[in-house]
């Protein structure tokens, strides 16, 4: 069965440090996976795709299949990065679709 | 705002009873999905509905059933309810029905709470 892990609930790094939200799956076909973020009072929202290999807000994600893990990464954190992350791992069947995420990680990123 | 709306945003039942929880998509999606949020856990997927069919089906109770009307919008049900069925609930919908792209556009939530 497929599943997703994100081992920390809660990552503090101060501002301007490196970030790495680490997420892992188990899946036995090709994968296809996301991160989403929810910013405070705001709408859980996609921030990027494995797919489309992008930097988004510079936030990038390596698929790296032989460790099955899907780490979103930024060189440098922002205040305005604080938010709450979910890796999800994308299963389309041809007639039925649907995500499974993670339990997500919380980013605060302190002065 | 055309984004997916639901309603109720809080409510508060108490164990035995039944509630219905809405969800209008965005304008033209005809995908919609419910997940299932408990404290300290992710979410959990429990249907998915396209056009009015139901396409998949997660982790949802026998006690759970949903569906989704002509004009789109869906309806969670829950029945016999218990403590542990206090949670968040999402809606979210996409334009179509394979989510290529991965991109589901959720509500705000509606936030259960069975005493």
């Known amino acids: 069965a497929q599943r997703v892990t994100q081992p920390e609930k809660l990552l503090s790094v101060f501002k301007g440090a490196p970030v790495e939200l680490k997420c892992n799956y188990s899946?036995?076909?090709?994968?296809?996976l996301f991160w989403y973020v929810q910013y405070s009072r705001q709408r859980l929202q996609l921030l990027l795709r494995?797919?489309s290999r992008e930097s988004i807000k510079g936030f990038t994600a390596d698929l790296n299949k032989g460790e099955t893990s899907f780490h979103l990464k930024k060189p440098f954190a922002q205040e305005e990065d604080s938010a709450m992350y979910y890796c999800?791992?994308?299963?389309?069947?041809?007639?039925?679709?649907?995500?499974?995420f993670g339990t997500g990680t919380r980013l605060q990123v302190t002065l | 705002d055309s984004g997916v709306t639901q309603t109720p945003k809080h409510l508060i039942t108490a164990t035995g009873q039944r509630v219905t929880l809405r969800c209008s998509p965005r304008?033209?999606?005809?995908?919609v999905y419910w997940y299932q949020q408990s404290l300290d856990q992710g979410l959990q997927f429990l249907i998915q509905?396209?056009?009015?069919?139901?396409?998949a089906k997660g982790n949802i109770l026998e006690r759970f059933s949903a569906q989704q009307f002509p004009d789109l919008h869906s309806e969670l049900n829950l029945s016999s309810l218990e403590l542990g069925d206090s949670a968040l609930y999402f809606c979210?919908?996409?334009?179509?029905?394979?989510?290529?792209?991965?991109?589901?556009?959720f509500g705000e939530g509606s936030r259960l709470t069975v005493l």
């Open positions: 979210a919908s996409s334009p179509r029905l394979i989510i290529n792209t991965g991109e589901l556009f």
């Open positions: 899946y036995s076909g090709s994968p296809e």
């Open positions: 494995h797919i």
């Open positions: 999800a791992l994308g299963q389309n069947t041809g007639t039925a679709s649907k995500l499974t």
């Open positions: 304008s033209g999606d005809l995908s």
């Open positions: 509905y396209y056009n009015g069919e139901e396409r």
